[in-house]
């Protein structure tokens, strides 16, 4: 009985870890979502307002699905411009792709457009304090 209790416990365990990997991208709908993932995240989270007709933000997101993935501290919030408007609101979006940078529950960056490589590099070292390798520091997304 006890060995199947512990091997329950491994099973559960390793679901629960997979799970949250697959969860460090996703989508929000509504405040309440934004406040719970984000704000009350107990990981920094790099959110990306993006809109379906947005070109740039087809270039971006994908781009930055890669760069955090195998991040372990770090997830990605994904804000449809359209189906938020109060989070574009109180975050004063003005262009997308907007990237707002938060952690502990804090803004602590802001940046508006597709950027070089090396500025969301830079983001990403400074929320996880993690080196990520850039082959040039001007290439574009």
């Known amino acids: ?17 997979s799970s949250y990997q697959k969860n460090k991208q996703f989508e929000i709908n509504n405040n309440n979502e934004f ?39 770090l997830d990605l919030a994904i804000v449809n411009l359209e189906s938020n408007p109060e989070l574009v609101h109180i975050f004063e979006v003005k262009a997308v792709p907007a990237i707002i940078a938060i952690s502990s529950g804090l803004v602590v960056d802001k940046f508006i457009g597709l950027t070089d490589l090396d500025i969301i590099e830079n983001l990403i070292q400074k929320l996880t304090n993690t080196s990520l390798n850039s082959e040039n520091n001007k290439r574009k997304v």
Request: aromatic content about 6%; glycine content about 2%; some cysteine.
């Open 1 to 17: 009985m006890l060995r199947n209790t512990i091997k329950l416990s491994k099973i559960l365990v390793r679901y629960i870890s």
């Open 35 to 73: 406040v719970s993932k984000v704000m009350n995240s107990s990981v920094p989270v790099i959110v990306n307002f993006h809109a379906e007709w947005c070109d740039p933000c087809k270039i971006l997101t994908p781009k930055l699905i890669e760069l955090i993935g195998p991040m372990d501290k």
